[in-house]
């Protein structure tokens, strides 16, 4: 992603809330159940993609896990979260970069979380280095749990265009042959402005090489 889109999400977590943000949640409950059906050790590696501003870290902590990094394109998103989280803050890697281009470990995580950043790539050479990341840094036998804009979701976010998705979609992009689909789950989200989005959930777990 260039920097216009850098400085575009910048500007949007600089001049809003959380909790004016049409992706909030007071708490990423679906996103921590699924986690947890991984049935993932407490100190497994979890990378959360896109989650500046989200309370998945909280929930994290809360519930024990202790190898979290989040990442975000905006600064500005990361800064709202380590300010929410006060002293705890410490206990969480954080990492302002582009998905794409990230300098991430081979074969360092146990799990791979995303909600509605997949979405937001609308090209496919972005899609294939989304892939290539993902397959570098996850572990054999690691999870990818990815949520995204449904079939019937919306067709813009925050002024940007977004790839809707459905789990046809998503397995035939991530299945064959590096994934093998676990679960898959919708799930409606409710704005702070009270309009409906549909989620598509899926759960995968690379093969091993």
């Excluded at 991430?104 to 090209?123: C, G, K, M, P």
């Amino acid at each position: 992603m260039g920097t216009s889109i850098k400085q575009h999400w910048e500007n949007i977590y600089s001049s809003r809330q959380e909790d004016q943000l049409s992706w909030f949640q007071e708490h990423a409950l679906t996103s921590l159940a699924l986690i947890r059906q991984t049935r993932a050790a407490h100190d497994a590696a979890i990378l959360d993609v896109g989650g500046g501003a989200s309370v998945l870290a909280d929930d994290l902590l809360h519930a024990g896990y202790c190898n979290l990094t989040v990442l975000d394109l905006s600064l500005a998103a990361l800064r709202k979260s380590q300010a929410r989280l006060g002293a705890q803050a410490q206990q969480v890697r954080w990492l302002a970069a582009d998905i794409a281009e990230a300098d991430l470990a081979e074969n360092s995580l146990d799990i791979w979380h995303d909600r509605a950043v997949f979405h937001f790539l609308t090209e496919a050479h972005e899609r294939g280095r989304y892939l290539a990341q993902a397959l570098k840094a996850l572990k054999p036998h690691g999870f990818l749990i990815i949520a995204v804009f449904a079939e019937d979701g919306p067709l813009q976010c925050s002024g940007l265009d977004i790839q809707r998705f459905s789990l046809e979609q998503l397995q035939a992009f991530f299945a064959p042959p590096d994934f093998a689909l676990l679960q898959s789950m919708k799930e409606t989200h409710m704005t702070p402005a009270g309009k409906a989005q549909n989620f598509q959930y899926a759960v995968f777990q690379k093969r091993a090489s």
